[in-house]
């Protein structure tokens, strides 16, 4: 058990290094620039990335607001699931974020996608629809980097395929987009 382990954290170090923090600058200029514009900012994804989606909402629309003394408006895609379940049951699970987003979505807002396959349907029909409309779009994907990477203005792609370790290192790069604004005094400026 104690290799496994030992195996396990090596290769989820590994999967953190293969991200540039260089490359999460253009993502935090994206979230400022639609902070001050008061645009709105949607993330989704499913599974372990809905719930990535949902904590990161929790944390930007929170802890950085309060950072900065004026609100994010960020929202989650995943947490309504009254609307999720009659929209999955109406018309397609597929359209469970695209049709939410033709309710709010407005060019200048953004569409942060969290997939580790890159080609969860829902996640590839909400940046097909965003991208058209003027929204901005950014991608947190898997080593495949699926249909997702190739649909985004903005992506960064984890290199590696585990379900759990991908996962684990999107939550670090949300929390490093978070707390850009709450620790960093160039992230609010």
Known sequence: MLDWLNNYVASQKKALDTINPADLVPLIATLREAHRAGRRIYVCGNGGSAANA???VTDLGKNSSEAIGTPFRVMSLTDNVAWITAIGNDYSFDD?????????????DVLLVISVSGNSPNVVKALEWAKPRGLK????VGGKRGRAAALADQVIAVGDTHYGRVEDVQMNILHMLCYAFVESDEARK
């Open 54 to 56: 949902s904590h990161f």
């Open 96 to 108: 469970s974020f695209l049709r939410q987003l033709h309710n709010y979505g407005e060019a200048g």
């Open 137 to 140: 779009t950014i991608a947190l």
